[in-house]
């Protein structure tokens, strides 16, 4: 059981690029979420999805678009890099209500 | 809103030692309460969880219990060990709504 698998584990972009990140779960959960963790805080929510085709914006959402045309992908968009958006990036999913099951991170660097 | 407060880290510990890891928060609803640890390159897994009120949640040697009266849920372990070096992170979550997550606290077991 595989269940939240993330790519890529690194990437390094710059300022203007544009790139996906992938996000996938095997186990039917129907909830799935982005966090980015800058170094010494915490877990700020990006986008998350409650189900196919349903998606919502979190706290910092800026520069960040998904998409969730299944149940098993959510990946996200970054249009137009920018240096604030050097982070480490979490994909989880869950059952309504239950424990985040996190992916193990994107680290991506824009310069 | 709903917020989560840990401790402040890096908290330094000799193997064997106590732990005791700080964690209240602010909800306007009643929550249940995780803890989650996240060892270096990888990503967050549920360490414990407690529902409600007085619940006693425990894993690995460790343990945490949901404490209305004080909204607090700190995080004990009798005895640490050297691989339990990681960030520990507490959050809560309201039914119907999204994790909310504390900054995390970073714990290093010296042999």
């Known amino acids: 059981n595989a269940g939240v698998t993330q790519t890529p584990k690194f990437r390094i972009l710059k300022i203007g690029q544009s790139m996906t990140l992938q996000c996938t779960q095997d186990?039917?959960?129907?909830?799935m979420y982005w966090y980015r963790q800058d170094p010494g805080m915490g877990l700020k929510l990006i986008y998350y999805?409650?189900?196919?085709?349903?998606?919502d914006k979190g706290e910092v959402p800026n520069g960040y678009n998904v998409s969730r045309s299944t149940t098993e992908d959510f990946p996200l968009r970054l249009e137009l890099a920018a240096p604030s958006q050097t982070s480490v990036y979490f994909c989880?999913?869950?059952?309504?209500?239950?424990?985040?099951?996190f992916g193990n991170g994107t680290r991506l660097t824009v310069t | 809103g709903d917020s989560v407060t840990q401790m402040e880290g890096p908290v330094t510990l000799s193997e064997e030692a106590f732990l005791t890891i700080n964690c209240t928060y602010t909800?306007?609803?009643?929550?249940?309460l995780f803890w989650y640890v996240q060892y270096p390159g990888e990503g967050l897994q549920l360490l414990l969880k407690?529902?409600?009120?007085?619940d006693k949640g425990s894993n690995k040697g460790f343990e945490a219990t949901y404490r209305k009266e004080t909204t607090s849920f700190h995080l004990e372990k009798g005895s640490v060990q050297v691989s339990d070096s990681a960030v520990y992170f507490c959050?809560?979550?309201?039914?119907?709504?999204?994790?909310?997550f504390g900054p995390g606290t970073r714990l290093s077991v010296l042999p």
């Open positions: 909800a306007t609803g009643y929550p249940s």
């Open positions: 186990m039917n959960h129907n909830y």
């Open positions: 407690a529902t409600k009120a007085d």
């Open positions: 989880a999913s869950s059952l309504g209500g239950a424990p985040l099951h």
């Open positions: 999805s409650v189900g196919a085709g349903i998606t």
């Open positions: 959050a809560l979550s309201l039914v119907g709504q999204n994790f909310v």
